[in-house]
């Protein structure tokens, strides 16, 4: 058949040998002892995807897809479908504080917007944006089950409650003088929720 | 559990639309209807993949008889393509509520579809505007700005997707998955921004990528080899059989104005199911190649001549008369059975010579007195339900994938669907490993040894009664006590290891099936690794087991009908010995000639005695042999030293550049006939396009010779030599056109 018309072609997907795997000794272990729970790779996509997140820095690149893909025996599409499919694996580079803040009703009702909107200010970003100094990503979320004592935000894994303009200013000058990557963090803490107490690598 | 052949199904009564009907149990309802006609709506379901219950078109209302008579409803409409039919299932599908849930999920899908049809390729032929037409609103309440995403991208060099269009019914998505198994397609994102793709927009590489187009139920995939150079009403559909491979696949040939714009897949449950590789759909455009011939033409020194047909004829019998028997033929794979078979009744009738052959590979032995006499099953023993029926699938030095596509996807359909494991055995890496148990990785020329070290570790693993029933166990202990498993790792580079694992394995499978491919064919003692393969069979017993059993696979595509209509130096058509006076005597009363009586040379032979100026006319039939032949060097040598070559072929090929004499021949789109595939199932074409130029079906040029040579009246069509094949051919009885209709039969 002629008349093939010839727009850009594709990049060729990558071979396994042409990868660029960066799992730490210690993410290896952890995700062979994760491999042991399940009855087959694939169920250990979620838990692994974490790895990944703390392995690259917070977020998932097209590296970290591939090597979790190739660790794990899955088509790459497979584990891209599955990392775009929740939220909370990052697709985009984000800073080291993630501020996900509850817009739900009772939320709503008690002044999230306002205080993203205060946030917004304070940064000079909008949602789903970082600053450029690498400090801050603002996010929205649903209901983090805390409608007691809204309006709420989630930093990390630590939750802020009852959210005034004024607390956030305090709090963004307290989270500026921390140098920890609560995004990394949290995704350590999500792979160590896997493991037993004897599996994780520091008991080894 | 592998998937018994033969049972008879568990039937349940069912009502549909207040029609009793008897239908197997657990049949999905969306299939029983079909077979009272009646039309349920879908979308994401696919006879051949697992239902998902996705895009809730197909729903009906369904209830259950009580044991008083009485019907009980369910509250909500359920998704049809996933119920399984149960006894005293009762079903609505032409509700009143069934009309606005139709009519509202088609609402949702059209939201966000550009309704782009006047542009779009599958406009005519699409389920979304059928369903549309049929079942959907008339006039739209949707005034919002639609939403915008990539057109036409490119995904590969056949596929284009165009994001716009797609309802998400992930039929594309489960092709990967499920049927290809590269999985090479996922959802990207969620909610109603998730997109069909590839990994970070890579190409799409499988090489089934163009199924995709044909399931997809709008025009988000579409075909870049076809786009735009055609809309449905003015292609003409003719069935055919795919030319590429053994394989046999159906498929619908689209032509218009006499040219072929694509090719789709024809429904085969027997055979490709509703598949197609990416050879057979996006590279079979040789028809249409620039370099046909189109005209009879003698070479003049260095320039061709063209000439007349008639002339033709003429000079062919005169140089055969010249050569006073010194004829030899070697016929290609792409030939149909009537052309085959009136190739080699002209070469022995007319010719009276047996130097005939069709085969290209290193093996050029006696595959029938070595395989089909001692296992009492020829050189293929199954078919391709035989794959799902077994335990155990051994693929020998073939590169499945690409030798024989369509078995490579029911091997791994039947792995996943009914759990039949797959062992493979290959020295470079081979597709099937992704789901194989074992994978034997040996060193180049490394098959007998590793057959030979299998066999050794059978003996130990089998148990007594089998090894009772094979007889000759202590013989072959004997003969296979070197190959320890310590042995074979040393020559073959398989660990012992994975070779016991392997062993043990086919011990303990019920039965075994072996698929045994190119490496076979091209190894250098390749007699011997037949009868290593014949012997491991007869061990294992699957001689014996209708699903079992070795397959000595051909590669090229009607090879199987070449072996069958004796295209043999040896046999003559059906396998019958042309040293055997009664079968002579049969073909020569039919024949009314008389025929040669000793064998004649194989390929090899021929191009020696080519060499040797003993063969001094070379007949070459559809043959490239300088570019197919293991060893092109040997034929082109040869077909330099023959005086006289004619070359019948489609195409200008590299060897027609030695012949003396080209004859134009048609490519089976433009002639009828059948092809034979692997499982030795017999498949009609027909013709699609009238010959170009002056070129003429294969079959016709022989039989214009026959009557020239003999003035004996030939066959006058493709179905009169069928006629006669059926009539000579025991296997063949049951294949005249009529009885092969459009899936074919066996020829058993
Ligand atoms: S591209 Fe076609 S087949 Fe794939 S999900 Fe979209 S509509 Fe379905
Ligand atoms: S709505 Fe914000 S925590 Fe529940
Ligand atoms: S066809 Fe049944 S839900 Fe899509």
Known sequence: ?204 | MPKPKNVEPNLVTIEINGIPLQVPEGELLVEAAKRLDIDIPIFCYHKYMKPVGMCRMCLVEVGTKMPDGTVRKMPKPQASCTLPCTEGLVVWTETEQLVKDRRAVLEFLLINHPLDCPICDRGGECPLQNNTQFYGPSTSRYIEIKRHLPKAFPLSKYVALDLERCIQCGRCVRFTEEVSGDAQLAFLFRGAQMQPHTFQLTEFTSRFSGNVIEICPVGALTSRTYRFRARPWDIVTQKTICSMCPNGCNLYLDSRSGKMVRINARENPAVNETWTCDKGKFEQSYMHAPNRLTQPMVRRGKEWEPIRWSDAYELLLSKVSEAQGAVAGIAGHRLSNEALYMFQKLLRGAFQTNHIDHRLTRYQGDLQAQVSAKLGKPATANEYRDLEATSLVFVFGSDLVEEQPMVFLRTRKAHRQYGVNAMVASPVPNAVEEFATHSLRYQPGGELALIRGLLNCLLDFLPAERLAEYREAEWLRALVADATPTATQDATGVSADTLLAAARQIAESPSMLILAGEKVWNHPNASEVVEALVTLTQLTGNHLREEGGLNLMPLGTNEQGARDMGVLPSHLPGYRSVADEDTRTAFESAWGVSLPTTEGLSTDGIYQACLSGEVRLLYLAGANPVVDHYDPTLAERALRATDFVVVQDVLMTESAQYADLLLPACPFTESEGTYTNWERRVQRFWRAHEPLGESKPDWVIFADLWLKALGKVPPFNAREVMQEITRLVPPYANCTYDQLGDQGARAL
Request: hydrophobic residues 35%; aromatic residues 8%.
């Open chain 1, 1 to 204: 058949m002629d008349g093939v018309i010839r727009i850009t072609e594709r990049p060729r997907p990558p071979r396994p040998e042409e990868l660029n795997l960066r799992f730490s000794e210690k993410a290896v272990k952890e995700l062979e002892a994760l491999l042991t729970h399940y009855p087959d790779k694939k169920s250990a996509l979620l838990p692994a995807l974490w790895i990944a997140q703390r392995e690259y820095g917070g977020h998932l690149t097209a590296d970290a897809i591939a090597e979790v893909a190739y660790r794990l025996q899955r088509s790459y599409a497979e584990v891209e479908g599955v990392a775009t499919f929740y939220t909370m694996y990052n697709k985009v580079p984000v800073g080291k504080y993630m501020l996900e803040v509850c817009t739900n009703l009772t939320c709503m009702l008690c002044g999230g917007y306002r205080i993203l909107e205060h946030l917004q200010q304070r940064l000079g970003i909008q949602l789903g944006e970082t600053t450029p100094d690498g400090m801050f990503t603002l996010a929205e979320v649903e209901c983090l089950n805390n409608c007691g004592d809204a309006p709420v935000m989630q930093v990390g894994d630590v939750y802020y409650r009852r959210l005034t303009p004024e607390k956030v200013d305090a709090l963004l000058e307290e989270l500026r003088k921390g140098d920890e990557h609560t995004v990394v963090k949290l995704a350590d803490a999500e792979v160590q929720m896997h493991l037993a107490e004897w599996e994780r690598p520091e008991n080894q």
